[in-house]
Nanobody, 125 residues
Framework: QVQLVESGGGLVQPGGSLRLSCAAS????????IGWFRQAPGKEREGVSC????????YYGDSVKGRFTISGDNAKNTVYLQMNSLKPEDTAVYYC??????????????????WGQGTQVTVSS
């Protein structure tokens, strides 16, 4: 059974950091592009960062470039999103997804074959 489970969300002050984890089971993450998406109340879901199968290419949305880093650990079948210099506008539910797409196509097209249940990130003082 294919499953993606996000963890690592929480409440953090502006300027702080969080690391989100996306643990996969039922398939090998290295064979899929894995992406992080977020959806804030009243807003559409947006692609935050995606990494290609084989981990050769990454894509970052303009709003997170230079602050977020996506990476993968094949031994743990897990993909991470390191989020630094967090801002209140980063507050959202963050979802991970897997897709047979390029990293850019996945993030820009908001595409996922499998989705996790989401984890809440709140940036507030």
């Amino acid at each position: 059974q294919v499953q993606l489970v996000e963890s690592g969300g929480g409440l953090v002050q502006p300027g702080g950091s969080l690391r989100l984890s996306c643990a996969a089971s039922g398939f090998t993450v290295d064979y899929y592009a894995i992406g992080w998406f977020r959806q804030a109340p009243g807003k559409e879901r947006e692609g935050v960062s995606c990494i290609s199968s084989g981990r050769h290419f990454t894509y970052y949305g303009d709003s997170v470039k230079g602050r977020f880093t996506i990476s993968g650990d094949n031994a743990k079948n897990t993909v991470y999103l390191q989020m630094n210099s967090l801002k209140p506008e980063d507050t959202a539910v963050y979802y991970c997804a897997a897709a047979r797409q390029s990293s850019q196509a996945m993030c820009v097209g908001n595409i996922g074959d499998y989705w996790g249940q989401g984890t809440q990130v709140t940036v507030s003082s």
